[in-house]
């Protein structure tokens, strides 16, 4: 349902742009998670189908989600990475009916 891609390995102070593409369903919500090594899946950012975003607040200023409805896609521009925001990156849906879909994670490795 959800096919992330854009990972990889980047040293610090880079960017990379992570896509997320769906199938089969229009999601009402789509956003961004990320996991780091022993730590809680946080939000990084989210978007509704009006374009409202949510961010974690540490990250605004650093990261920007967009949204194609066409294209059933979301993207997340992530600029002066740095060792903390490496983690697997998840994309995520929220349907209209309710629930939630994830993606199989995309990894996204910063290097000192």
């Known amino acids: 349902q959800l096919v992330e891609s854009g990972g990889g390995l980047v040293q610090a102070g880079g960017s990379l742009r992570l896509s997320c593409t769906a199938s089969?369903?229009?999601?009402?919500?789509m956003g961004w998670y990320r996991q780091a090594p022993g730590k809680r899946r946080e939000l990084v950012a989210e978007?509704?189908?009006?374009?409202?975003?949510t961010y974690l607040a540490s990250l605004e200023g650093r990261f920007t989600i967009s949204r194609d409805n066409s294209k059933n896609s979301v993207y997340l521009e992530m600029n002066g990475l740095n060792s903390e925001d490496t983690a697997v990156y998840y994309c995520?849906?929220?349907?209209?009916?309710?629930?939630?879909?994830w993606g199989q994670g995309t990894q996204v490795t910063v290097s000192s």
């Open positions: 089969h369903t229009v999601f009402r919500v």
């Open positions: 978007i509704d189908r009006d374009g409202r975003t």
């Open positions: 995520h849906g929220v349907p209209s009916w309710g629930g939630e879909y």
